[in-house]
Each structure stands twice: as structure tokens, then as C-alpha cells.
């Protein structure tokens, strides 16, 4: 018996030992990491000085042309993260303000995302190689019910989250194998495609009266002297359920209400999502709405 205990005693402890050495050997990679996606960047970089950042989910990632607010002189980027909801937006911000940012405009994509304020797991889980090096990080994901797991036992985040944060994205970042995300100022265009769904329901779908980080994003740009715009985007023309909008605008009136600016399929990849098309008529407006006086 008393050898069978040395026996597994031992066993723990050399797993818990070669835990701690991977969790240690992933980590450092992740912290190299500049050019594979828009958290490292962040994390991995020294003050920025922006004059506008762009924050929100896929529908901001692919609907605004951070390159037609440079060629207007203002320096920017895009930060939406496809998929992302806004647990991650205002997380995205506030390692932003961590790394000491200096911003201007901050321009959220506040419409559809405003129906939850749950984490979106494939997105969340790139913050996580970093958990233990930034406090907003930490403090951001305290709430979570998983917290304890992924902050105290080594190695558990990067087995759970293998998919995004494991051997094969920690291989293809030690190798220098760079993506397109960050590419085009963080803007992804999109092409209209022939079997695009073009055809969406959010019939059911209804904006949380008190959305936790909406509130908390609004809050960081007050506190930090940011002019802060939210906009809804656009939606092609067979969307079932678009009075979500009106209570949108409703709930939180001081959201600029733009799904209708660009309506027709023709600037349409998906219902939800527009072409680099319409995502130029859209940013055409955009700008002329809210910078061509400064830009004056």
C-alpha cells in the first residue's frame, strides 16, 4: 500500500510538474505573437495613439474601411472580431487602456450583439494565453463560471480551448506563419457570392434592456475623455423581424441607426454581412456623418 502511494504520488506529481512546464512553454510563445491576431497586437504592443478604433463582431470587422479613414487622415483600425460579441469588445478596450492607448473616437457596433451579454467561447479563448500577465484580463473573466479552472490549474485553458489556443496555433506561431487578420487595417472584405444566405429571421430576437458591457465600453470612453459612436449596421432587404432595430433604438436611444443605408442584395455577401461594395458606401457615410467637419 505504501509503495502504491509513492507510486501515485509521484505520478502526480511529475504531471503536474510537465503541466507547468507547457502551460509556461505556451505562454512564452503567445507573447512573441504580433502578427497572427488582433489580441496579440494588442497585448504584445506599447502605446498607440489612434484617432479612431472600431470595435464589435463580424459586423464590424467586415463593414468598416479602416483605409478610407486613413486616406481622410486619421489614423485607425479596425478591431472587430468575427464572431466576437461584446464580452470581448469591451475586454478588447480595456487592454487597449491597459497597454496605455491613446483614442479619440471609439466606434462600436452595437446591434445584434446587444440580444446577450455571454462570452463567445472561440473568441474569449485567445485572451486566455495571456490570463496571468494582464489584471483586466483576469478581472474580466472572474465572473466566468470556468474562472478557477482556467486561472489555477496550469495547462487546463490550453487543453480546453485546444481548437484555438493549442499545439497547433502555438506550432503555427512559433514557425511565423502570418494571417490575413490584421492585414487591410483589421478590415476584412468580403465578395458577394452566388449561394450567400440571403435570407435572415430575428423575428425572436430582442436587445437586452441593460446590456453589462455595452454599458461597460460607453462607461470606459466617458471615463477616458473617448468620443464614443455606436451604430446599428446594415441588414439586406429580406430580413424578417427588422422592427429589432426599433427596440434597439428604443432601449438605447443614443445609438445612430444605420441599417438602412445600404439595403439591396447586390452589396450583400450573407444578410447580415455586406460586400467590400456596400461596406464602401456605408463608410462613405459613416464619414461624412461624423468626421468630415473635423476632418475640416
Same mark, same amino acid.
Given at each position: 500500500m505504501k509503495k502504491f502511494l509513492i507510486y501515485t504520488a509521484t505520478i502526480v506529481l511529475i504531471t503536474m510538474l510537465i503541466a507547468f512546464l507547457l502551460d509556461g512553454i505556451y505562454t512564452y510563445v503567445f507573447m512573441q505573437s504580433n502578427e497572427r491576431g488582433k489580441i496579440e497586437k494588442v497585448f504584445n504592443s506599447k502605446s498607440q495613439q489612434y484617432d479612431v478604433v472600431i470595435l464589435g463582431s463580424s459586423? &464590424?470587422? /467586415?463593414?468598416?474601411? &479602416?483605409? *478610407?479613414?486613413? @486616406?481622410?487622415?486619421?489614423?485607425?483600425? /479596425?478591431?472587430? *472580431?468575427?464572431?466576437?460579441? !461584446?464580452?470581448e469588445a469591451s475586454l478588447m478596450l480595456k487592454l487597449m487602456l491597459e497597454?496605455?492607448? =491613446?483614442?479619440?473616437?471609439?466606434? !462600436? =457596433?452595437?446591434?445584434?450583439?446587444?440580444?446577450? @451579454?455571454? =462570452?463567445?467561447?472561440?473568441v474569449s479563448a485567445k485572451f486566455l494565453p495571456f490570463i496571468h500577465n494582464s489584471e483586466v484580463i483576469k478581472q474580466h473573466f472572474a465572473s466566468q463560471k470556468n474562472f478557477n479552472e482556467l486561472y489555477y490549474i496550469p495547462f487546463y485553458r490550453y487543453i480546453k480551448y485546444d481548437g484555438k489556443i493549442g499545439f497547433r496555433e502555438v506550432y503555427k506561431i512559433a514557425s511565423n506563419e502570418k494571417t490575413n487578420t490584421i492585414d487591410n487595417l483589421g478590415y476584412y472584405p468580403l465578395q458577394k457570392h452566388k449561394n450567400g444566405n440571403m435570407k435572415n429571421n430575428i423575428v425572436n430576437l430582442n436587445p437586452l434592456p441593460h446590456n453589462k458591457y455595452y454599458e461597460e465600453i460607453k462607461s470606459l470612453c466617458k471615463s477616458h475623455n473617448i468620443n464614443f459612436i455606436a451604430v446599428m449596421t446594415p441588414m439586406c432587404e429580406n430580413v424578417e423581424g *427588422?422592427?429589432?432595430? @426599433?427596440?434597439?433604438?428604443? &432601449?438605447?436611444? =443614443?445609438i445612430h441607426n444605420y441599417e438602412g443605408v445600404v439595403v439591396e442584395n447586390k452589396y450583400f455577401s450573407s444578410c447580415g454581412h455586406m460586400n467590400d461594395a456596400g461596406a464602401k458606401i456605408f463608410t462613405t457615410r459613416i464619414l461624412k456623418d461624423f468626421f468630415c467637419k473635423k476632418i475640416e
Open positions: 459586423r &464590424a470587422n /467586415n463593414h468598416f474601411v &479602416a483605409q *478610407m479613414f486613413e @486616406d481622410k487622415g486619421l489614423k485607425t483600425f /479596425n478591431y472587430g *472580431m468575427s464572431g466576437g460579441h !461584446l464580452f497597454r496605455k492607448y =491613446e483614442i479619440k473616437n471609439i466606434i !462600436l =457596433e452595437a446591434d445584434l450583439n446587444l440580444s446577450n @451579454d455571454q =462570452e463567445s467561447d472561440g *427588422m422592427n429589432y432595430f @426599433d427596440k434597439v433604438k428604443k &432601449a438605447y436611444p =443614443e
